[in-house]
């Protein structure tokens, strides 16, 4: 079955210092990625997308995601964490007919 | 949130009342979603229509309806067969068309209640 799996709930890290979100994959063929952002009480906000060619993505926010096709991952990352990036993330996947799976969601705390 | 409204953003349902969620988008975009997001679940899919006057079931379409008369408009109803419907509800659209274009973009989101 085509998934998405994000194997931590919760990721805490200190403001300033670098963050890392995981997100795995399974799924047939090259796959279509993507992050998004959820504040509470909101709607998703887009990030950014991995669709083909360079494996190191830049999106919003100075968030990036790199694809690893062998690991079948697209961790996101962002060098310097700020308080103001808590939120839920979410990785989805695209399927046919553009339907998007999402994973689980993990909660990002910064602490100042 | 940009051009896709959702409203009412707090919704309150009788036992055995159905009631309609409204999305609405400016972005020209063909495509419509609606999604059901409950905690630590993330969001499954419902319904979805890639072009007017058509639609196809998600992955957790009963007790649900929609209707697609409009592009701009993709209502969802929350009908009394959906035994719990208390969730956040985010609905989306999308252009169409293939090669990666078809990104997402969501509404604001209802928060349905039970009473």
């Known amino acids: 079955a085509q998934s998405v799996a994000q194997p931590e709930d919760q990721v805490n890290v200190a403001e300033g210092n670098p963050l890392t979100v995981k997100c795995t994959y399974s799924?047939?063929?090259?796959?279509?990625l993507f992050w998004y952002v959820q504040y509470p009480n909101r709607g998703l906000q887009f990030l950014l997308k991995?669709?083909?060619?360079?494996?190191l993505v830049k999106g919003s926010y100075g968030f990036e995601a790199e694809f690893n096709k062998s690991q079948t991952s697209f961790h996101l990352k962002k060098p310097s964490a700020l308080v103001s990036d808590s939120a839920l993330y979410f990785c989805?996947?695209?399927?046919?007919?553009?339907?998007?799976?999402f994973g689980a969601g993990t909660i990002l705390r910064v602490k100042s | 949130d940009g051009g896709i409204t959702q409203s009412p953003k707090y919704l309150f349902r009788k036992e055995g009342q159905n009631v309609t969620l409204s999305c609405e988008q400016n972005?020209?975009?063909?495509?419509m979603y609606w999604y059901r997001q409950d905690p630590g679940q993330g969001l499954r899919l419902i319904y979805y229509?890639?072009?007017?006057?058509?639609?196809q079931k998600g992955d957790i379409a009963e007790g649900y309806s929609v209707s697609r008369e409009k592009k701009e408009s993709f209502p969802l109803t929350v009908t009394s067969a959906q035994k719990n419907p208390t969730a956040f509800y985010l609905c989306?659209?999308?252009?169409?068309?293939?090669?990666?274009?078809?990104?997402?973009?969501f509404g604001p989101g209802t928060r349905l209640l039970v009473l």
């Open positions: 989306a659209s999308s252009i169409t068309g293939g090669a990666g274009r078809e990104t997402q973009y």
């Open positions: 991995y669709i083909t060619g360079d494996n």
């Open positions: 799924v047939s063929g090259n796959p279509y």
């Open positions: 229509s890639q072009i007017v006057n058509d639609f």
């Open positions: 972005l020209n975009h063909d495509a």
């Open positions: 989805a996947v695209r399927l046919y007919g553009n339907k998007l799976v």
